[in-house]
């Protein structure tokens, strides 16, 4: 149930009645007055522009014709200023929708005409721990496939590991002196470790940079032996990747591993197709595309390389073919990409070839969500104290012995098994709320005391504020599915305040979906735990003598808790029964 269309939709209608026009103004816009609170219809100046009207004029016609077409659903409309209209929505009306929406196990979503959506995030590198720097793409894409698929999209989740190129003909050829030398299948427990050795030993001994650049040459010839120590590598740092998913409560599992090689064979095709259209034309040996709308330091059209005077391929050509299959073999009508804002231009050249090339039809849209940087409290990229990178597992351990000392020092006689498990959801819950909190595209620093603090927009207050709701119907042993069949009654003013903020969830998830920002829900589920407290500060729940009254506020009080709790599983952080 979206409140802002069924709005828009009668302010539609009154225009059309009054001034005989059928487009819309888009500038015309219905919107929360506050940001969760009565709605404002503005940008009604530009209309009366249109149409040659005094502003406020129009706008109490509109007014007048909105009384007569939403009585049921306005409780008052009256002008603003220069030709604003706010709208005051009617207690009843909104006690009609709360009612509908608390019997409906999704809140009363609207159903969406499904869309197949492809989903690139997370894409580490094999042979290579996760570090802190994939955290961001990671759970900010997952949270919005989480959102697409509570509205009922149909999500591919494409993890595009980085796991070609000229590095595994060196990497292959270190796992084989390995393997000789302890006479064993040796498990990688330190994949850092091993890229490093593995890199000093291609850089100081000749004879094995030969052996491990022959490995290259038949690697992407296809031979077995190769083939498999390749898998065998992937494999083991896959393993390691699922277990930091695991723990972040991340959807990301095996089948969704789509890794450069898996666009490798389509390569030598795609270059011929592009020079056979005349989209890529030979220069200086190499293949190449060149871009007028991109030019070089001369003025001239720059130039984008798809396949070198060796050979090789290179990412432009790869991320080409992945939009090829992602349009033509899983039938994407729209593709995100979660990734370091720092690859637009180079995304952005791979699309416009791809479009060229009539791989991705106009109709298909591809959307580059810039990922901003993590940074330390020095504003530089978060790293160790000796300037290292810090591995992702070390962060989550960090975490959750920082919840402990935290739950601890609220309460020291907790259980060890109930500690380890509330440590271990709101540490990791605290890293995740934190990141996803701030807008994505922008840079942010990285503070402990402030996600962790039980003040202000984090996740320790947002589990403990949905603690608090469930703490009501656990103290009086009241089961909130026997509540349904009550109706919601509003009377306090912070009872309306509160229905109008739960109403408002599918605006809200309606936005993260479009935007591809997480932060927005977080914004909203902070208001809402707000709402929540007024409410419950403002009004007697238990105390109240009259059954319909007290279960209707016990409705309210239930219905925020399935809320926050849908609103937190869409960010992937997981909920527990008390603080």
């Known amino acids: ?76 409309v009256e002008v603003a200023g220069p030709g604003f209209i706010n709208l005051t929505l009617s207690p009843n009306w909104l006690a009609s929708q709360l009612n509908i929406v608390a019997n409906d196990s999704k809140l009363g979503l609207t159903p969406v005409v499904p869309q197949t959506v492809v989903v690139d995030y997370s894409a580490p590198n094999v042979a290579k721990e996760m570090h802190v720097g994939h955290l961001r793409t990671t759970i900010i894409g997952d949270a ?14 494409a993890n595009h590991i980085g796991d070609w190129g000229t590095q595994f003909g060196m990497l292959i050829a270190y796992l084989e002196k390995m393997q000789n030398e302890h006479a064993t299948d040796m498990a990688l427990t330190d994949l850092e470790a091993f890229y490093r050795d593995a890199k000093k030993t291609y850089d100081e001994d000749e004879e094995f940079a030969l052996r491990a650049r022959g490995y290259v040459v038949k690697l992407q010839g296809g031979d077995e032996y190769c083939l498999t120590m390749w898998q065998k590598l992937v494999k083991l740092t896959m393993a390691q990747n699922f277990a930091a998913y695991e723990r972040l409560n991340v959807t990301l599992t095996e089948k969704d591993t789509m890794g450069e090689s898996l666009y490798n064979s389509m390569l030598p095709n795609i270059v011929a197709d592009l020079k056979a259209k005349g989209i890529a034309v030979e220069n200086e040996g190499a293949t190449v595309v060149f871009l007028s709308e991109y030019k070089n330091k001369n003025g001239d059209p720059m130039g984008v390389v798809v396949q070198k005077n060796d050979g090789g391929f290179l990412y432009t050509t790869t991320d080409i073919a992945s939009v090829k299959y992602r349009v033509e073999t899983l039938k994407a009508n729209r593709v995100l990409y979660y990734v370091d804002s720092r690859q637009n231009q ?20 591809l959307e580059h969500h810039q990922i901003g940087m993590m940074l330390g409290k020095d504003s530089k990229p978060f790293k160790t104290r000796s300037g290292g990178t810090i591995k992702l597992v070390d962060l989550l351990d960090e975490a959750k012995d920082r919840a402990k000392a935290l739950i601890l020092s609220k309460n020291d006689s907790i259980d060890e098994n109930e500690l380890d498990t509330l440590a271990e959801v709101v540490g990791i819950g605290a890293v995740k709320y934190a990141d996803l909190s701030k807008n994505r595209t922008t840079d942010y620093i990285f503070d402990w005391d402030n996600m962790l603090s039980f003040d202000g927009n984090t996740a320790p207050y947002m589990l403990y504020a949905n603690a608090r709701v469930q703490s009501i119907f656990k103290r009086f042993e009241i089961d909130p599915a026997t509540l349904n069949a009550s109706p919601i009654t509003l009377q306090a003013p912070e009872e309306i305040a509160l229905s109008i903020c739960l109403l408002q969830f599918e605006e809200v998830i309606t936005a993260v979906a479009r935007e591809g920002a997480p932060h927005i829900m977080c914004t909203y589920l902070y208001e809402l735990a707000g709402a929540f407290s007024r409410f419950y500060e403002a009004v007697s729940i238990m105390q109240t003598e009259e059954i319909e009254l007290r279960n209707s506020r016990l409705l309210l009080a239930s219905l925020t808790s399935k809320t926050l709790k849908t609103g937190l599983t869409t960010l992937g952080i997981k909920t527990v029964e008390r603080m």
């Open 1 to 76: 149930m979206n409140i802002q269309v069924i709005l828009t939709q009668h302010a539609q209608d009154a225009f059309k009645i009054l001034t005989g026009i059928d487009n819309w103004d888009p500038q015309v816009k219905v919107s929360a007055k506050a940001q969760f609170g009565d709605y404002q219809i503005n940008g009604i100046m530009s209309v009366a522009k249109k149409v040659g009207q005094n502003p406020r004029e129009l706008a109490s016609q509109l007014t007048e014709q909105l009384k007569l077409d939403a009585s049921e659903i306005l409780f008052n």
């Open 346 to 365: 180079h995304l952005t050249q791979a699309w416009m070839i791809a479009r060229m090339a009539g791989y991705a039809p106009e109709s298909v849209s």
């Open 144 to 157: 919005v496939v989480r959102t697409l698929e509570l509205l009922g999209h149909n999500v591919i989740r």
